[in-house]
């Protein structure tokens, strides 16, 4: 506690989900709580997201590395962490076959120093913990492998792991980590397996944004492979929301799976993202003449290219009353609206120009 603030430590708050998780905690509780964001910046951490919170005297930004065990530890002496959110991750499957070691170091690793240093700080020579001290974990579906194409099966928190690409094997590495944690140290942790998101601040090169961006510039919108893979998408927010309410509402040293319930095929995206560019696009702007379905190429599969994904969350229903709220007809004009509406954010991310954000605002601190 700070100031009788709730103190947190969010890891990766400067990337997609981790912005949008800080925003949406500060709209919840406003003053209340005090965001400590640890973030290394890599070219996936934008602080642009977060620029309106740099004045709050309850919003901290630290530029540390996760696998940086000294720097970490420091963070844990100097505040009175009450929570961890641990995003910070290499996230983009595609980098992940490219280039597998920096995810096993930031994935495997990070998550190792993180759960350490969180232990050194709240456990007491009993082997008990400091009062209402928790970890949230955050990954991913993908470490339960893929789903036949039959719309019958689904991923449960008792699903068998079975990673297949590199970035899903290392984020099943650190969930291993953490319930090794739980069961060996009784660490009060939970972890949470969620969909694929999507809305504001997402990086151009995963799929909705990127076709976004494309599209409006008359860019090819490639397509992996036949086109009919199937993702479960959830809209950003509704995942903040899932998150909050497992750390605070769901039972210590449990997973919960988060999920849109709303199975779409690749194909199907990129034309709805298409169909609703041409609606919110006015008729005298002249990125609309780009739009169009002649932009779509279906180009060389990904490796190892998982089938389906698709979450029956349940048991976070049942047990704590979340469900996905935002329809996917909604999410997706929010979204295109946003990055419609933030033309300069885009270009800044696809021209590289927000990593001078950084110098310009914290270069002298
Ligand atoms: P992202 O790539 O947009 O953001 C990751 C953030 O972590 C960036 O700000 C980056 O700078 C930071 N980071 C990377 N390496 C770091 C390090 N060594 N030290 C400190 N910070 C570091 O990712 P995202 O899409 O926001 O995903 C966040 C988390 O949610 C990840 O753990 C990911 O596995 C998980 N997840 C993502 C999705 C999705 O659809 N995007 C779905 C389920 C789970
Ligand atoms: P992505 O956004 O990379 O998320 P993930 O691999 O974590 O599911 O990709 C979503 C789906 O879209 C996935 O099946 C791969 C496919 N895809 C394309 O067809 N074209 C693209 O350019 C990209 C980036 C992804």
Redesign the pocket.
């Known amino acids: 506690m700070l100031n009788n603030r709730r103190c947190y430590l969010v ?8 912005s949008n998780y800080i925003h949406y905690m500060f709209r919840k509780y406003g003053n209340q709580i005090h965001i400590i964001n ?9 602080l642009e997201n977060l620029k309106d919170l740099e004045k709050w005297d309850n919003y901290t930004f630290i530029r ?4 940086d065990k000294e720097a970490i530890s420091r963070i844990f002496s100097e505040y009175d962490i009450d929570r961890v959110v ?7 499957v595609d980098r992940s076959i490219t280039n597998p070691e920096v995810f096993v ?3 495997v690793l ?1 998550t190792a120093v993180m759960l350490n240093c969180a232990r050194d700080a709240w456990e007491l020579p009993d082997g008990s913990y400091r009062e209402n001290k928790k970890f949230l974990h ?5 470490v339960y492998g893929s789903l036949p194409d039959d719309g019958e099966s689904f991923f449960r928190e008792t699903t068998p792991y079975q990673p297949h690409s590199p ?1 899903s094997a290392s ?1 099943a590495g650190s969930d291993m980590l953490v319930k090794a944690y739980m069961d060996t140290y009784h660490f009060p942790a939970n972890i949470t ?6 809305g504001p601040y ?2 151009p090169e ?1 799929l909705i944004p990127l076709l976004i961006n494309n599209a409006l510039q008359g860019k090819d919108l490639p397509v992996y492979g036949d086109g009919r893979n199937i993702r479960d998408w959830l809209y950003v927010d509704d ?1 903040a929301k899932g998150i909050d309410m497992v750390q605070e509402q769901g039972r210590l040293f449990e997973t919960y799976n988060i999920g849109g319930h709303n199975e779409k095929r690749n194909i199907e995206i990129v034309h709805i993202v298409i169909e609703t560019l041409l609606e919110l696009l006015p008729e005298d702007d002249p990125r609309r003449k780009n739009v169009s379905t002649d932009l779509i190429r279906y180009v060389g599969d990904r490796k190892g290219h998982d089938r389906r994904y698709a979450i029956a969350p349940d048991k976070i229903k049942a047990e704590i009353g979340w469900e996905p709220e935002t329809t996917f007809a909604e999410g997706i004009k929010k979204t295109i609206r946003w990055y419609l509406e933030h033309q300069d954010w885009l270009k800044g991310v696809t021209s590289g120009g927000y990593q001078k954000y950084y110098d310009s605002m914290y270069g002298n601190r």
């Not at 640890?38 to 934008?46: F, H, K």
């Not at 540390?64 to 696998?67: G, K, N, Q, S």
């Not at 641990?86 to 983009?92: I, N, R």
């Not at 955050?138 to 993908?142: A, N």
């Open positions: 890891t990766g708050g400067a990337g997609f989900i981790g640890v973030d290394v910046l890599t070219y996936a951490g934008n540390a590395d996760i696998t641990h995003f910070a991750a290499e996230s983009h170091r930031t994935n990070g955050v990954s991913t579906d993908e970035y984020k397996n969620t969909s694929n998101n999507y997402q990086f995963k995942h």
